[in-house]
């Protein structure tokens, strides 16, 4: 039976890796995800773990590379711009095609901005963010049940693509506590590994970790090929929740806490006759493209909710290839738009419309 506790967001999401078979973890702290290397810190230690607390980002990420070579389930976290600092090594271990986990707790910028939660690390974490042709499977928790499990699926999708993941939560998931189920760890998957850099003991070849390719027939090969493999992902693993879309005329798309706060709105409008309904990526990369595209062909217009200036309204435009309108309600700098402020922003889509 697993068992349900009290605990903040960012515990667990430590938690769970832990029970995923995750025992290597290497970051450096930062508001507002500090908790998860304190409680790897406590914890590491006593499972037989690792935890180490690297010089810099730049170090905590190289780190995470050389332990998914060989194989092992790893991690780091860290907050809008120590994930910046990490993008060199995000975009090695993506070219070396190895799994890991990398977490976000995302704070408002550009620059040091402020600790208090935002959603603008959207464009870096869908768009590669580091250099060259890449993605990462994102993952966008809305609670801290979610922050658990979405931990674990991403362990679980890095493994079976072969390619890193990344939780991208806001500072609001990160500190709010709400109870969560946890996993037995019996019940985690386990996937083959044979291409890690384990030792041979003179029965195979040697394995070889690389991102370098001097051949430019050869690079461009390995990049046409893992494209492949990202468009299967696109086709099987995109994520979405789908909320009162039967009969809706109007969409609101929202991630994270912003859907946590559209949903309530969604709830008035429908008390004030407009039938408005939501969709809420779960994954944002792979972009949830198909039910934004139906929708499209339904309803008069969207509603995009950010805590950014609008970076997700741009994929929503892409996805229904700008058949109706889409609008942006957002809140920036660490702050979070209330239910009324969305239900004023539906209102008033709902009313150009008519």
């Known amino acids: 039976m697993a068992e349900k506790v009290l605990m903040k967001g960012n515990e667990a999401i430590a938690e769970a890796a832990i029970r995923a078979g995750c025992k290597h973890y290497f970051g450096y702290p930062i508001t507002p995800q500090t908790e998860i290397?304190?409680?790897?810190?406590?914890?590491?230690?006593?499972?037989?773990g690792t935890f180490l607390q690297a010089e810099s980002e730049i170090s905590a990420i190289n780190m995470v590379y050389g332990v998914s070579g060989s194989g092992k389930r790893v991690m780091t976290s860290s907050s809008s711009p120590g994930v910046s600092l990490k993008q060199e090594g995000i975009s090695y271990i993506a070219g070396s095609?190895?799994?890991?986990?990398?977490?976000?707790?995302?704070?408002?910028?550009?620059?040091?901005?402020?600790?208090?939660?935002?959603?603008?690390?959207?464009?870096?974490?869908?768009?590669?963010?580091?250099?060259?042709?890449?993605?990462?499977?994102?993952?966008?928790?809305?609670s801290v049940q979610e922050m658990a499990d979405m931990t674990i699926l991403a362990f679980d999708l890095a493994d079976k693509y072969r390619m890193p993941a990344m939780l991208l939560a806001?500072?609001?998931?990160?500190?709010?506590?709400?109870?969560?189920?946890?996993?037995?760890?019996?019940?985690?998957?386990v996937y083959e590994k044979p291409w890690a850099v384990t030792g041979t003991g003179k029965k195979r070849q040697h394995n070889i970790i690389n991102s370098l390719y001097l051949d430019p027939e050869e690079l461009e090969k390995t990049n046409f090929e893992r494209?492949?493999?990202?468009?299967?992902?696109?086709e099987n693993e995109a994520r979405y929740e789908s909320f009162m879309m039967d009969d809706a005329d109007y969409c609101?798309?929202?991630f994270g806490i912003a859907a946590r706060v559209s949903k309530n709105a969604v709830i008035a409008a429908r008390k004030e006759g407009i039938k408005v309904g939501m969709i809420r990526p779960i994954t944002v990369w792979p972009f949830p493209k198909k039910p934004l595209a139906e929708a499209a062909d339904k309803v008069k217009g969207f509603l995009s909710v950010e805590l950014s200036m609008g970076q997700m309204i741009e994929d929503i435009k892409l996805a229904t290839e700008c058949k109706k309108k889409?609008?942006?309600?957002?809140?920036?700098?660490?702050?979070?738009?209330?239910?009324?402020?969305v239900l004023e922003s539906i209102k008033k889509l709902a009313g150009g419309n008519d």
């Open 97 to 142: 095609d190895l799994p890991a986990l990398i977490v976000n707790v995302q704070r408002g910028g550009p620059g040091l901005g402020g600790i208090q939660p935002s959603q603008s690390d959207y464009f870096q974490a869908t768009k590669g963010g580091g250099h060259g042709d890449y993605h990462l499977i994102v993952l966008t928790p809305a």
């Open 326 to 341: 889409v609008e942006l309600c957002n809140r920036v700098g660490g702050m979070i738009p209330s239910p009324e402020q």
């Open 170 to 189: 806001d500072g609001t998931m990160g500190q709010m506590m709400e109870p969560v189920e946890l996993p037995e760890p019996d019940d985690i998957k």
């Open 252 to 254: 609101v798309v929202a």
């Open 37 to 48: 290397a304190a409680y790897m810190a406590k914890r590491m230690p006593k499972i037989g």
């Open 227 to 234: 494209y492949e493999r990202y468009k299967t992902i696109e």
